[in-house]
C-alpha cells in the first residue's frame, strides 16, 4: 500500500513497493504512453522493462502501436487479462485520466514515471486498493535493489 503523511496529501515512495514491483518476473506491465517514437523515453524504458527486468510489457498509446513485438492497444481496457501495473508515460495533467482507467481496468499499482506527479489521483489508487509509485524512473531505480 501507498505511504502518505499524515495530512494524507504529501507521498512517499514505498521502497519495498518499488522493490516487489521490480522483482515481479510474471507481471505484465501496461506501459501508457509508448508508441514507435525512438525519442519518447517510454520505448527505451519499456525495453529494460522487458529484456532487463523479464516483464511482459503492453504498450498503450493513442495510435495502439505495437512495438518491441507486443500488440498495442489504445485503452487500457481494451487489455485481455489481468493488469499488474500500469507505468504512466503521460503529462502530470492528464495522469488522473490514465489512474481513474487503471483502477477501473482491475490494475494491482500505477507507477508515474519522472516528473508525473498528481497527488489527487495517486490518493485515489491508494483508496481503491492499488500500490503507487510516483515521480519514479525503473531504470534509475532498479540498481538500488541489485537490479
Not at 102 to 116: F, P, T
Request: charged share 20%; aromatic share 4%.
Amino acid at each position: 500500500m501507498s505511504q502518505f503523511n499524515g495530512a494524507g496529501t504529501a507521498r512517499v515512495n514505498d521502497p519495498e513497493v518499488i522493490e516487489r514491483l521490480l522483482r515481479n518476473k510474471t507481471a505484465r506491465w501496461a506501459i501508457v504512453g509508448l508508441s514507435n517514437n525512438p525519442l519518447r523515453p517510454a520505448v527505451g524504458v519499456s525495453r529494460f522493462i522487458q529484456d532487463h527486468l523479464g516483464m511482459e510489457i503492453i504498450p498503450v498509446s493513442l495510435k495502439g502501436d505495437d512495438v518491441h513485438g507486443n500488440k498495442g492497444y489504445r485503452r487500457l481496457s481494451e487489455i485481455p487479462g489481468s493488469i499488474d501495473v500500469v507505468d504512466c508515460f503521460v503529462n502530470s495533467d492528464r495522469v488522473g485520466d490514465i489512474v481513474d482507467q487503471a483502477i477501473e481496468a482491475g490494475a494491482k499499482a500505477v507507477w508515474m514515471q519522472l516528473g508525473v506527479v498528481d497527488e489527487a489521483a495517486a490518493a485515489r489508487a491508494a483508496a481503491a486498493g492499488l500500490d503507487v509509485v510516483m515521480d519514479a524512473c525503473p531504470v534509475i531505480e532498479a540498481p538500488s535493489y541489485g537490479l
